[in-house]
């Protein structure tokens, strides 16, 4: 892979801290700041640029085994003897191939590597002629993709456009913390959610699957989203004023006399535990692992009045009030949540033991435990947001990722998925808080050729220092990674070509009241 020897984006990024309107001009960084209210301001950078070094070309993909047929292959990346096969494959059939090493960068909990090699054909000038390639490759009896190879991740020169607010709370009377539409399990646009709330600015936060935010969710001191266990997220108080990056664990019990059990998620799918790192039996695995859907046939999983109306299927559930009385039994899920109180769903031999457990008129007490990497207790106060995103990028001043404790280096053989996602450029949405105390959300767009490449994990915890982050945090990205504010609407250029996507949740800037 190639760089170039333009400044590193964060060098570049640095000169923005203190005096966005007199940074570096030309090519490099052309900043341009204005006021979205008082205390509220947004820079938008144009970093990098486009050379001759950036061009089309057709990623062939490699089969999972040595023996694996090609024209099924899905793997991006693989060992050196099996890209070494497709290769040979490819000049017998008249094709000139490159096989190319792709290394992991180092992160903190995981030393730089090699992750594996690809195989490549070709240089085009254009997507069109990249896609004519790769036509040829299929008929030739393989498979692939295209790539516009300054999207590789290696490239600290790649252009890039960076959308920055800024919030200065000793001006800004109002508050910053996130909000979702009328149901949790459903999807707003971040523009609708700004109008409905009257915000001056916004960006997206969690990822959204299965008609759930995934990860950790407390919102105004009540949990109402599952926990990874143990990844990373941010804890907002004061209103936005404090944020704090850290792992965070949760323990929902449930507890009917003298008896206990732990519940297994809150507002979710029962059985279905996207992002992993659930508890209880959980397969593959109990650790994080990003993009990623585990399975578990015996769970018990809380509904509060955030959700809406909850799935319905076979099982048991009971109905609570809000002081934990048991309002309904039922032999099957799907009764509706009381205002201000719950209900848990059960499946499989957790079905049995909710049924063997719960009488009408009785009282079940659920209690909850969050705690950080260091095992002290959160306080669920009103005051508190905690937001399970990830991974970190920025940890007491700096750059620290913990990219296998998070789940965005993938367990296995088949590094596809790192590749894509944590190595290669995506467009990112951040959120940090800098020395001054300035509350910074952050979305650099991506995936658009010539205008705006995006920025692989390493090169995005570099950026948020650069721009003077202490505590740094990665937000759902890619097509989702949308910016607005009140006076001008969506203000970056949202990958998807239908534009802004409806999301689960967003911060949102908000004035005083």
């Given at each position: 892979m190639y760089r170039k020897?333009?400044?590193?984006?964060?060098?570049v990024a640095s000169l923005l801290v203190t005096s966005p309107a007199t940074a570096a001009t030309g090519t490099t960084a052309s900043p341009d700041t204005v006021d979205v209210a008082p205390g509220v301001t947004l820079t938008q950078l144009t970093l990098g640029a486009k050379n001759d070094d950036d061009f089309w070309t057709v990623h062939v993909y490699l089969p999972a085994t040595i023996d694996g047929p090609l024209n099924r292959a899905a793997t991006a990346l693989g060992p050196r003897e099996i890209a070494d096969r497709v290769a040979a494959t490819l000049r017998e059939k008249g094709f000139e191939p490159r096989v190319e090493q792709v290394d992991l960068p180092a992160f903190a909990d995981r030393p730089a590597g090699v992750l594996g090699w690809v195989v490549r054909v070709g240089r085009y000038a254009t997507a069109t002629d990249a896609a004519a390639g790769l036509a040829r490759?299929?008929?030739?009896?393989?498979?692939g993709g295209t790539r516009y190879t300054a999207q590789d991740g290696t490239d600290a020169g790649a252009p890039q456009r960076v959308h920055v607010l800024r919030v200065d709370f000793r001006r800004f009377r109002g508050t910053v913390d996130t909000d979702f539409g009328p149901t949790l399990s459903g999807m707003e646009t971040l523009t609708d959610l700004m109008a409905s709330t009257g915000a001056v600015a916004g960006v997206n936060a969690q990822w959204f699957l299965n008609s759930s935010p995934t990860g950790l969710y407390v919102k105004d001191g009540r949990l109402i989203g599952s926990a990874t266990q143990g990844r990373g997220g941010i804890r907002i108080t004061q209103g936005g004023r404090r944020l704090e990056a850290d792992a965070y664990t949760a323990h929902v019990t449930l507890r009917a006399g003298r008896?206990?059990?732990?519940?297994?998620?809150?507002?979710?799918?029962?059985?279905?535990?996207?992002?992993?790192?659930?508890?209880?039996?959980d397969l593959p695995t109990e650790k994080p692992q990003h993009d990623f859907k585990c399975t578990d046939p015996s769970e018990l999983v809380r509904f509060t009045p955030e959700w809406g109306t909850p799935p319905s299927g076979a099982g048991a559930e009971v109905v609570l009030d809000a002081r934990g009385r048991v309002l309904a039994v039922n032999g099957t899920r799907g009764a509706a949540v009381p205002a201000g109180g719950s209900t848990v769903q059960a499946i499989g031999?957790?079905?049995d033991w909710l049924l063997a457990?719960?009488?009408v008129g009785a009282r079940l007490t659920v209690t909850e435990r969050v705690e950080d990497s260091r095992g002290r207790r959160v306080p669920l106060t009103p005051d508190t947001t905690i937001l399970q995103v990830g991974p970190t990028l920025v940890r007491d001043g700096?750059?620290?990722?913990?990219?296998?404790?998070?789940g965005v280096i993938r367990d296995g053989a088949d590094q596809t998925f790192t590749y894509n996602w944590t190595v290669r450029a995506n467009p990112r949405s951040m959120v940090g808080l800098d020395d001054r105390g300035r509350l910074l959300l952050v979305?650099?767009?991506?995936r658009q050729d010539g205008y705006s490449?995006?920025?692989g994990i390493a090169r995005a915890a570099e950026l948020m220092r650069g721009l003077g982050a202490v505590e740094a945090m990665n937000l759902d990205g890619g097509g989702s990674s949308v910016m607005a504010t009140a006076r001008s609407g969506i203000v970056n250029r949202p990958s998807d070509a239908t534009g802004q996507r409806a999301l689960g949740n967003v911060l949102l800037v908000r004035p005083g009241r």
């Amino acid at each position: 892979m190639y760089r170039k020897a333009l400044p590193a984006l964060m060098a570049v990024a640095s000169l923005l801290v203190t005096s966005p309107a007199t940074a570096a001009t030309g090519t490099t960084a052309s900043p341009d700041t204005v006021d979205v209210a008082p205390g509220v301001t947004l820079t938008q950078l144009t970093l990098g640029a486009k050379n001759d070094d950036d061009f089309w070309t057709v990623h062939v993909y490699l089969p999972a085994t040595i023996d694996g047929p090609l024209n099924r292959a899905a793997t991006a990346l693989g060992p050196r003897e099996i890209a070494d096969r497709v290769a040979a494959t490819l000049r017998e059939k008249g094709f000139e191939p490159r096989v190319e090493q792709v290394d992991l960068p180092a992160f903190a909990d995981r030393p730089a590597g090699v992750l594996g090699w690809v195989v490549r054909v070709g240089r085009y000038a254009t997507a069109t002629d990249a896609a004519a390639g790769l036509a040829r490759i299929k008929a030739a009896g393989l498979t692939g993709g295209t790539r516009y190879t300054a999207q590789d991740g290696t490239d600290a020169g790649a252009p890039q456009r960076v959308h920055v607010l800024r919030v200065d709370f000793r001006r800004f009377r109002g508050t910053v913390d996130t909000d979702f539409g009328p149901t949790l399990s459903g999807m707003e646009t971040l523009t609708d959610l700004m109008a409905s709330t009257g915000a001056v600015a916004g960006v997206n936060a969690q990822w959204f699957l299965n008609s759930s935010p995934t990860g950790l969710y407390v919102k105004d001191g009540r949990l109402i989203g599952s926990a990874t266990q143990g990844r990373g997220g941010i804890r907002i108080t004061q209103g936005g004023r404090r944020l704090e990056a850290d792992a965070y664990t949760a323990h929902v019990t449930l507890r009917a006399g003298r008896d206990t059990i732990e519940i297994d998620g809150v507002n979710r799918l029962p059985g279905e535990i996207w992002n992993c790192g659930g508890v209880g039996g959980d397969l593959p695995t109990e650790k994080p692992q990003h993009d990623f859907k585990c399975t578990d046939p015996s769970e018990l999983v809380r509904f509060t009045p955030e959700w809406g109306t909850p799935p319905s299927g076979a099982g048991a559930e009971v109905v609570l009030d809000a002081r934990g009385r048991v309002l309904a039994v039922n032999g099957t899920r799907g009764a509706a949540v009381p205002a201000g109180g719950s209900t848990v769903q059960a499946i499989g031999d957790s079905a049995d033991w909710l049924l063997a457990h719960a009488a009408v008129g009785a009282r079940l007490t659920v209690t909850e435990r969050v705690e950080d990497s260091r095992g002290r207790r959160v306080p669920l106060t009103p005051d508190t947001t905690i937001l399970q995103v990830g991974p970190t990028l920025v940890r007491d001043g700096r750059v620290s990722v913990d990219a296998a404790a998070d789940g965005v280096i993938r367990d296995g053989a088949d590094q596809t998925f790192t590749y894509n996602w944590t190595v290669r450029a995506n467009p990112r949405s951040m959120v940090g808080l800098d020395d001054r105390g300035r509350l910074l959300l952050v979305v650099v767009d991506g995936r658009q050729d010539g205008y705006s490449e995006g920025l692989g994990i390493a090169r995005a915890a570099e950026l948020m220092r650069g721009l003077g982050a202490v505590e740094a945090m990665n937000l759902d990205g890619g097509g989702s990674s949308v910016m607005a504010t009140a006076r001008s609407g969506i203000v970056n250029r949202p990958s998807d070509a239908t534009g802004q996507r409806a999301l689960g949740n967003v911060l949102l800037v908000r004035p005083g009241r």
